[in-house]
């Protein structure tokens, strides 16, 4: 059984039209797009600038594959609640989808059509746009679910022969250069297929597209098996204990929880894992739980620096009410963690040592995870936008940028009188906090053009290009200045203007 589902994302009303955009070798092209979108005559791949020809209308956001193929991964796990194996579907682009095997559970929801219902209702209210069906191979089901106009089709184990023949060739998965062929042949339907032989119909096609007709044609018919690759869940660290009687004192709550905590790094240790959020519930007698949360800046498995954690954040936070009767300690996120060094002299792991992370993370216990932060950097071109204040940084390496940037910026740039030989030139002289000063040399420019996607930090005023240069002044003194603005192309009511964004040492 398959399920095709549309991505949730930040796509405007269902009327406006909507395409996601990717940078490609032949520039902008679209990756994804709404109804909307399609019935203007736009199609995937198409190229942005024509897209915009056609429908002037068009909004677009670029596209983001990673998170949309987390987003995926995470609606598969959600998925299971149907089937204990669910495979991926994301080899062709705006029509991902998933694969679940139901054997021997239709029956559960009352049977197949029954299941399809349970499935697409789910869907739509979590904001999953889908279409279900159900079948005897995969093949077979993921061809329904796309290119059948009826709801919810199920097609029982051996009828994928007919209910396959009135549908285009494209529902057998092929390839664009194998589908063409088979147009070229008059050979639309999947019937169309049925009364030839295999062996000729393998070398009508020069080249692997034979074969791949034949191969996926087999497939869907059951006549050969297709293995698929099931989604696995990732490993739940916890620890519990359950109590005989309630405990009602927050110091033996914590008491019982240290042992749990030993016990939760030692899961963490075997599977070369580190915590990097960690949370002790209790569950009362009541039936409502309590929850004392601490957050880690670097995954860690010491349970000396995860118990300090959680005294800094006060286990009088947990309300015991009239008793718990059951504590966990769980690793609600975890990160791969490779082996500390081990000081030969004092025998102690070099982990269990003051470290800024392990003061970062009692900072953040103490006053707030929004208060504590440290310099990371972000993916952007735009200098004040490439760095951030974080306490829970991206992995990049290395800056955005291979160019090289002075170590003091300027936040925000300051404006400078500048004076050039040629308009778009670099600056002979300028002044800046009301010393002049004349410049000897000079490199550039590099021109940094505006991040259009994103909304205008000033509402009303539009980023505009930059031209950044590198300037030496008479004084051996070495800065970044840039202009903002192109003469007589942009903003024609904004000249534009010079800025001092940084200072080389």
């Known amino acids: 059984m398959t399920v095709w589902a549309k991505q949730p994302g930040r796509s405007p009303p269902a009327e406006v039209p909507f395409a996601l955009v990717e940078r490609t070798g032949r520039g902008l092209v679209l990756a994804g797009l709404n109804g909307a979108a399609r019935s203007l005559g736009l199609s995937h791949g198409q190229a942005h600038a024509d897209a915009c020809a056609i429908a002037p209308a068009l909004q677009s956001a670029p596209a983001e594959p990673e998170r949309a193929a987390e987003a995926l991964r995470k609606l598969a796990l959600w998925a299971e609640r149907w089937s204990p194996m669910v495979a991926l579907d994301a080899d062709?682009?705006?029509?991902?989808?998933?694969?679940?095997?139901?054997?021997?559970?239709?029956?559960?929801?009352?049977?197949?059509?029954?299941?399809?219902?349970?499935?697409?209702?789910?869907?739509?209210?979590?904001?999953?746009?889908?279409?279900?069906?159900?079948?005897?191979?995969?093949?077979?089901?993921?061809?329904?679910?796309?290119?059948?106009?009826?709801?919810?089709?199920?097609?029982?184990?051996?009828?994928?022969?007919?209910?396959?023949?009135?549908?285009?060739v494209e529902g057998l998965r092929l390839s664009d250069k194998a589908v063409s062929l088979l147009h070229r042949f008059g050979l639309r339907r999947i019937g169309d297929l049925y009364p030839l032989p295999r062996s000729g119909l393998a070398r009508r096609f020069r080249g692997s597209e034979g074969l791949e007709v034949v191969g996926q044609l087999d497939r869907a018919l059951g006549l050969c098996s297709e293995a698929l690759k099931g989604e696995q869940r990732p490993a739940a660290y916890r620890a519990h204990q359950v109590f005989a009687e309630p405990l009602t004192v927050v110091e033996a709550a914590r008491l019982r929880a240290e042992p749990l905590v030993h016990d939760l790094c030692a899961a963490l240790e075997r599977d070369?894992?580190?915590?990097?959020?960690?949370?002790?519930?209790?569950?009362?007698?009541?039936?409502?739980?309590?929850?004392?949360?601490?957050?880690?800046?670097?995954?860690?498995?010491?349970?000396?620096?995860?118990?300090?954690?959680?005294?800094?954040?006060?286990?009088?936070?947990?309300?015991?009410?009239?008793?718990?009767?059951?504590?966990?300690?769980?690793?609600v996120v975890v990160e791969p963690l490779t082996a500390t060094q081990v000081d030969s002299e004092a025998g102690t792991r070099a982990a269990d040592a003051p470290t800024r992370a392990a003061l970062m993370d009692r900072l953040v216990a103490r006053l707030g995870e929004t208060a504590v932060g440290r310099p990371v950097l972000r993916e952007s071109w735009i200098p004040e936008r490439s760095e951030a204040l974080a306490l829970d940084p991206p992995a990049l390496e290395g800056p955005p940028s291979g160019e090289?940037?002075?170590?003091?910026?300027?936040?925000?740039?300051?404006?400078?009188?500048?004076?050039?030989?040629?308009p778009e030139g670099a600056p002979a002289r300028f002044v800046w906090r009301r010393v002049a000063r004349r410049v000897r040399r000079f490199t550039g420019p590099e021109r940094l053009s505006p991040e259009w996607w994103r909304p205008p930090e000033r509402p009303g005023r539009e980023p505009r290009t930059r031209d950044y240069y590198k300037l030496e002044d008479e004084d051996g003194g070495r800065y970044w200045v840039f202009r903002e603005g192109l003469y007589n192309r942009e903003d024609a009511e904004r000249p534009p203007s010079w800025w001092l964004h940084g200072v080389f040492p």
């Open 404 to 422: 090289d940037r002075p170590l003091l910026l300027l936040d925000p740039p300051e404006p400078i009188e500048a004076t050039a030989e040629l």
């Open 92 to 168: 062709r682009p705006e029509q991902e989808g998933l694969f679940l095997d139901v054997t021997g559970a239709a029956h559960l929801w009352g049977g197949e059509p029954q299941m399809l219902a349970d499935i697409r209702r789910r869907l739509a209210a979590a904001g999953v746009e889908a279409r279900p069906a159900m079948a005897g191979t995969p093949g077979a089901a993921w061809a329904l679910a796309r290119y059948t106009a009826r709801e919810d089709p199920v097609a029982p184990e051996g009828q994928e022969r007919a209910a396959l023949a009135g549908l285009p």
């Open 272 to 331: 070369g894992r580190g915590a990097r959020r960690v949370v002790v519930t209790g569950f009362r007698v009541d039936g409502r739980a309590t929850r004392l949360e601490a957050a880690l800046g670097a995954p860690s498995r010491s349970p000396k620096h995860i118990l300090r954690l959680l005294r800094e954040k006060g286990w009088e936070r947990l309300d015991l009410g009239f008793g718990v009767d059951a504590l966990m300690v769980s690793a």
